[in-house]
């Protein structure tokens, strides 16, 4: 038997649809990414925002991004009806901004410092200066549902970085700071 087939998940299609979601879980548990917080602006400029790990970069011409949010969100719903939002990459010291987007707190944007100008054609969503290592103001090119998310494309419009902030990463459920370049070559 290989490793492979020694998996305990799911027994594939005969398997129930839990067995195949709790071994989907468990494998991207075991993947680790970047951790990013969502932001934009309502209609009321009442600004929104959302931890993500779902990100992607899918072209460089022209430049677009890729982030997955829940059907139904309150900040997808404002990105959609601003047609804008800002990915703010966060850095290593930034997991309590990372658990609070997480949360969804009424008083998130209480709690942190953030900067948007509504004047600055560029802007995509309020901007998290302290806990950011990059921040990508994007506009919605373009969404597509499936089931209980939707994909949305962005179009980055600037980027804005501090390479010497450590990226925070997730997997297996914790939180690790990416090794700083000098690091890389110890791994």
Not at 9 to 24: E, F, I, M, N
């Amino acid at each position: 038997m290989t490793e492979l087939s020694q998996l305990t998940a799911s027994k594939g299609p005969a398997g129930s649809h839990r067995a195949v979601a709790d071994a989907q879980r468990a494998m991207m548990s075991r993947f680790p990414t970047g951790v990013a917080v969502l932001t934009t602006v309502d209609q009321a400029g009442t600004p929104r925002g959302m931890t993500i790990s779902s990100l992607c970069s899918v072209s460089l011409e022209p430049p677009t991004l890729l982030v997955c949010l829940r059907s139904g969100s309150p900040t997808l719903e404002a990105a959609l009806d601003s047609g804008r939002f800002a990915v703010n990459l966060l850095h290593s010291a930034a997991r309590p901004v990372a658990d609070l987007f997480a949360s969804g707190a009424p008083d998130r944007f209480d709690r942190v410092r953030w900067a948007h100008d509504d004047a600055d054609p560029y802007a995509g969503g309020p901007h998290l200066f302290q806990e950011a290592h990059a921040i990508a103001d994007c506009l919605v090119s373009d969404r597509h549902r499936s089931w209980d998310h939707l994909v949305v494309f962005g179009k980055v419009l600037r980027v804005t970085q501090s390479p010497d902030q450590s990226p925070l990463v997730y997997g297996r459920h914790e939180y690790r700071a990416w090794p700083s370049a000098g690091d890389v070559g110890r791994l």
